[in-house]
T-cell receptor, first 114, second 111 residues
Framework: KAGVTQTPRYLIKTRGQQVTLSCSPI?????VSWYQQTPGQGLQFLFE???????NKGNFPGRFSGRQFSNSRSEMNVSTLELGDSALYLC?????????????FGPGTRLTVL | DAKTTQPPSMDCAEGRAANLPCNHS???????VYWYRQIHSQGPQYIIH???NNETNEMASLIITEDRKSSTLILPHATLRDTAVYYC????????????FGTGTRLQVFP
């Protein structure tokens, strides 16, 4: 079974621009979660989508948004990029509807904001 | 979610068992213990999880104390490829996915 895939793997943007990252979950998984990883803050939860609905949200400004499509693929968008948004963005998928569920992570998208 | 405490770093000789401890003294009865690892700049990799019984899979063993206030991840025969940051996470599973990562333990396996 194919794992979680993320595109693009690397991205360079300038301040003020916006960016869209994509995540394709493992087949059959309906939950997609997004995380940001920076050297200073570590791995932080952004939000989770399940069946096209945002089910949980972390403490990030409204510039960070996401959505999920009917095929469970998810995108996250960051508007008005700031230098501090440079990070590794990870998505993880899981079945999402049972106890002892396990999240499986993709390889991440490395975003650099200049 | 309960907070976890892990040593910042550990060393292990190749071929020996690596025992990674984790304290979670405020864990609740309905919280599971999960372990992930992250090899440099890759996505975290799921290792194992448990509630109160010891668990074993092809990657590792998880030993949870009887009072559930601490646990140990055991890699029985560490290899150089096991060099990574290991995260111990406790979380309630209420049909919502949210992992709270701490700073983890950086395990260095040396030849």
């Amino acid at each position: 079974k194919a794992g979680v895939t993320q595109t693009p793997r690397y991205l360079i943007k300038t301040r003020g621009q916006q960016v869209t990252l994509s995540c394709s979950p493992i087949s059959g998984h309906r939950s997609v979660s997004w995380y940001q990883q920076t050297p200073g803050q570590g791995l932080q939860f952004l939000f989770e989508y399940f069946s096209e609905t945002q089910r949980n949200k972390g403490n990030f400004p409204g510039r960070f948004s996401g959505r999920q499509f009917s095929n469970s693929r998810s995108e996250m968008n960051v508007s008005t990029l700031e230098l501090g948004d440079s990070a590794l963005y990870l998505c993880a998928s899981s079945l999402g509807d049972r106890e002892a569920d396990t999240q499986y992570f993709g390889p991440g998208t490395r975003l650099t904001v200049l | 979610d309960a907070k976890t405490t892990q040593p910042p770093s550990m060393d292990c000789a190749e071929g020996r068992a690596a025992n990674l401890p984790c304290n979670h003294s405020t864990i609740s009865g309905n919280e599971y213990v999960y372990w992930y690892r992250q090899i440099h700049s890759q996505g975290p990799q799921y290792i194992i999880h448990g509630l109160k019984n010891n668990e074993t899979n092809e990657m590792a063993s998880l030993i949870i104390t009887e009072d559930r206030k601490s646990s140990t991840l055991i890699l029985p025969h560490a290899t150089l490829r096991d060099t990574a940051v290991y995260y111990c996470i406790v979380r309630v599973l209420v049909r919502t996915d949210k992992l709270i990562f701490g700073t983890g333990t950086r395990l260095q396996v040396f030849p």
